[in-house]
């Protein structure tokens, strides 16, 4: 069961069931989510709110309220919510009182006597500031009156008094914007910066004039284009790129030397260049003014790859990947190949796609996950050894290259392909390695079970915005596999938002874990499945990169050999299937003609002692003919079994002498395969999880802000693909994007907030040089454009 549709969608919600049905609450579910921080209530399987789980929160009291309101019983409420029988009492009433203010009093408890209120002090600090210019001597009357005035509640000055002393000590002022709304100081001090840079003419205008761009020259850029410290204004193709400055900064330093190529590929990619090859539609012009060195054209940079692809550039890449995401604060990981479909020439493995359904040449890349959706780490190989077999090498490899300490316990979410007696043994004898799987072949059992219900829990899921939620209700039985009682089996009765009902069970070894725990890991799987097809659509992830291979010859030290069934078995084995095949069908008809054949003949004695009548002597005629051509037909055909009999008996022969097993090895090598060459994609597929996870880690607060899942990653790609206008100068450069959409009001208001919290970070230009940026989302009105006449 599906959980969603959306790429690297990680929100899923688990809730724990705090309050259930019983004989006088037949309806209602109330579920906590992992934080404790809001209750998701629901009538039914329909989700009806979701409310804070402060208990000083008004909503959180009208819920309680209403409930009992509904007839819950009070101790059942006071046991669930931990909230006084008399006080859940007085908030019923309150919801069933007419009058508002009554309401809001009783609603209020004890703050409802309250005469300072958070507006009323807001309104004292945005006063504060013209009242106290001529002195502070008779400012508490003044406010006093003024209060009464626009409130109409009476307050004295000692109520005041607190808060006037902390405004003579200079804590909590504010000062207002524009709009008349109190600002904090540090509001104020970005706001007085602004209108110094606006002074200096950041945006190309004088005091008092209209905001304008300076003029942008189109002429072509000098053979060495740089960003001089004197004072330019610069058209610049992919300026957008920069809001990636601090990981584009950061990646060089993975080597020692610093490695300048890691730089470009990665904001390549960033840039939409799945590939080298794409990398010819960049302006390179403009990369070199924001990069710095860049190697330019395909050849070369494939040179510059062959230098890199090497395993100490391959285990740098992935341990900065790793420190990016925070890996080392996690222990749930998600683990699953990759696989591409191969349709080059070279002689390679087959193994299972499932893109066309069917045996086919393939690569594989075994894929970790977090069990938020972010691509950690990953391995590229072929079908040389089973997944069951690749799981722990590439585990173990992957706790080895991010220097995790060896006693540092995981856990591991796979797939059915990973069922076997033999994998469940090696985990049970790991004390560090937790695995949690789909049992394979397991049958549905009547519901509820016998020894009824462990526990339900509903994981909520949100389509197109937060508010629209849809909810997977789940029950289970927690018990011991009947199979094999060292692991623990979890039979799971789920629900999907349109009613439709599956049961599945789950296995695990980890016997000590919350089982919604185990059961939000495996339910929310989904989310490294469609990372792939994101991880493909806007990084490449298919890419081949290079086409180059080597022999399994030169694999010998590389590879575990093993016996396996030899080639002359395999052929055996299908020639006697394919006579099995040939046989079946005539063994079928066989039984079926001497059945008829039984049939005929009772008829037959059936007439022979009927009187001599005209028609019975027809019949008899017809079912004598019908006899003599089905025995002939039977002759023949039993002469077909018996020479199919006999040459699987030659079969069976030529088995007996022949050689069962052989090296799988030394078999390829004679058959010539080999396996495409690993390093150079991996490099590059490294650098497209990094933009990923960089990519990822930038979206999300404007994600939160937009709250459109519908194109919120086009919305912000479109923004970090953008071009713009570079006004450079000594110690900072302020960057103007001018994306080529035009952006509703609000969706700017969005853009310009989130630019605003990024300037916050003072990033700098990744060239080297330390030069800070500063982002503004322009518009194409404020651009003047003019032509050099280069003749």
């Known amino acids: 069961m599906r959980l969603g549709h959306h790429f690297m969608e990680s929100s899923a919600l688990t809730g724990q069931l705090i309050l259930g049905t019983d004989k006088r609450n037949p309806l209602f579910l109330v579920y906590a989510d992992e934080d404790q921080e809001q209750l998701h209530v629901y009538y039914g399987l329909e989700l009806l709110e979701v409310v804070s789980a402060d208990r000083n929160d008004p909503n959180f009291k009208m819920l309680v309220g209403r409930l009992y309101n509904a007839g819950l019983s009070r101790r059942v409420l006071q046991g669930t919510f931990q909230v006084d029988p ?12 007419r009058d508002g203010r009554e309401l809001v009093r009783l609603l209020a408890g004890r703050r409802a006597g309250r005469k300072l209120t958070p507006e009323i002090a807001a309104y004292v600090r945005a006063r504060w500031a013209d009242l106290s210019r001529g002195g502070t001597y008779g400012i508490s009357r003044r406010l006093v009156g003024e209060i009464e005035s626009v409130f109409k509640v009476k307050l004295s000055q000692e109520t005041l008094r607190p808060l006037i002393g902390n405004l003579k000590r200079g804590e909590g002022l504010a000062q207002t914007t524009a709009g008349g709304l109190p600002r904090t100081r540090p509001e104020a001090a970005a706001a007085q ?29 000098s053979s060495v284009p740089s960003l001089e410290s004197a004072p330019q204004t610069l058209w610049c193709d992919h300026a957008g790129v920069l809001l990636f400055a601090p990981t ?26 799945l590939n080298i090859e794409q990398t010819k539609f960049l302006n390179w012009e403009d990369l070199s003014r924001l990069l710095g060195s860049v190697v330019r054209f395909a050849h070369p940079q494939r040179q510059e790859l062959e230098r890199v692809a090497n395993e100490t550039s391959l285990q740098a ?25 191969y349709t080059g020439l070279q002689n390679i493995l087959e193994g299972w796609c499932a893109a066309i359904r069917w045996v086919d040449k393939a690569m594989h890349s075994d894929f970790i996950h977090t069990a938020q959706g972010q691509p950690l780490y990953f391995e590229t190989t072929d079908n040389f050894a089973d997944l069951r077999e690749r799981f722990f090498a590439v585990v173990e490899r992957c706790r080895r290259v991010l220097a995790w300490p060896a006693e540092r316990v995981l856990t591991w979410v796979v797939d059915r392909g990973i069922f076997g007696k033999e994998v469940f043994s090696k985990v049970l004898a790991n004390p560090v390695l937790h695995l949690i799987t789909w049992e394979k072949g397991y049958e549905a059992q009547n519901w509820p079970p016998v020894g009824g219900v462990s526990g339900s829990m509903v994981i909520e899921r949100a389509r197109n915005r937060a508010e629209d939620v849809r909810s997977y209700h789940l029950e289970y039985e927690d018990r011991t596999w009947p199979k094999d009682e060292r692991l623990r089996q979890l039979v ?45 659509k806007h990084f490449g992830i298919n890419q081949i990169t290079s086409y180059g291979a080597t022999g399994y010859e030169q694999l010998r030290a590389q590879v575990e050999d093993r016996q396996v069934c030899s080639a002359q078995a395999k052929a055996l084995q299908v020639q006697r299937r394919e006579l099995r095949g040939q ?22 004695q059936q007439l022979e002692q009927a009187p001599a009548l005209d028609p019975a002597n027809q019949e008899r005629t017809r079912l004598r ?60 597929d490294c650098l497209r999880v990094i933009a990923h996870n960089a990519f990822y880690a930038a979206l999300a607060p404007f994600k939160k802000a937009y709250n459109n899942y519908r194109d919120d990653h086009e919305q912000f790609r479109q923004l970090t693909q953008a071009s713009g206008v570079l006004e450079v100068r000594a110690e900072q450069i302020v960057v103007h994007l001018l994306p080529r959409v035009n952006y509703s009001p609000q969706l700017r208001r969005i853009i310009a907030q989130r630019l605003d919290q990024i300037n916050e970070q003072q990033l700098v230009l990744p060239d080297g040089r330390g030069r800070r940026l500063r982002f503004r989302l322009a518009n194409r009105s404020e651009v003047k454009l003019s032509l050099e006449n280069s003749s």
């Not at 030397?257 to 939409?272: D, T």
């Not at 992935?318 to 190949?337: E, K, L, T, V, W």
């Not at 629900?495 to 939000?520: C, F, H, W, Y």
């Not at 046989?583 to 037959?604: M, V, W, Y």
Request: aromatic share 6%; glycine share 4%; hydrophobic share 35%.
């Open 248 to 273: 584009l900064l950061a990646i060089t330093q993975v080597l020692d030397p610093p490695e300048p190529r890691f730089k470009q590929w990665l904001a390549s990619l960033l840039l939409g260049a």
């Open 317 to 341: 890449l992935a341990r900065f990947n790793a420190r990016q995401i925070a890996a080392d604060q996690q222990s749930d990981f998600y683990f699953d190949p990759h696989t591409k479909h």
């Open 86 to 97: 008399k006080t859940i009492q007085r908030w019923g009433r309150a919801l069933r009182c």
């Open 492 to 536: 799971v009765q789920a629900t999907n938002p349109n009613g439709r009902t599956i049961q599945v069970a789950v296995l695990t070894d980890d016997r000590k874990r919350a089982a919604r725990e185990i059961l939000r890991l495996i339910f929310c799987r989904w989310v490294q499945e469609n990372d792939f097809k994101y991880l493909d």
């Open 583 to 604: 046989q079946g069908p005539l063994l079928l008809l066989q039984a079926k003609s001497e059945h008829q054949s039984g049939q005929r003949q009772k008829r037959l």
């Open 625 to 684: 003919q019908a006899q003599t051509r089905a025995q002939s037909t039977r002759q023949a055909r039993q002469e077909q079994i018996e020479q199919l009999s006999q040459q699987m008996a030659e079969l069976e022969q030529k088995a007996e002498t022949a050689q069962k097993t052989e090296s799988r090895l030394e078999r390829l090598i004679e058959e010539k395969m080999v396996r495409l060459e690993p390093n150079k994609k991996r490099l590059m």
């Open 193 to 221: 910066e602004l209108s110094a840079e606006q002074k200096e003419t950041a945006c190309g205008c004088s005091p008092g004039s209209p905001a304008e761009l300076p003029e942008v020259s189109l002429a072509l850029a």
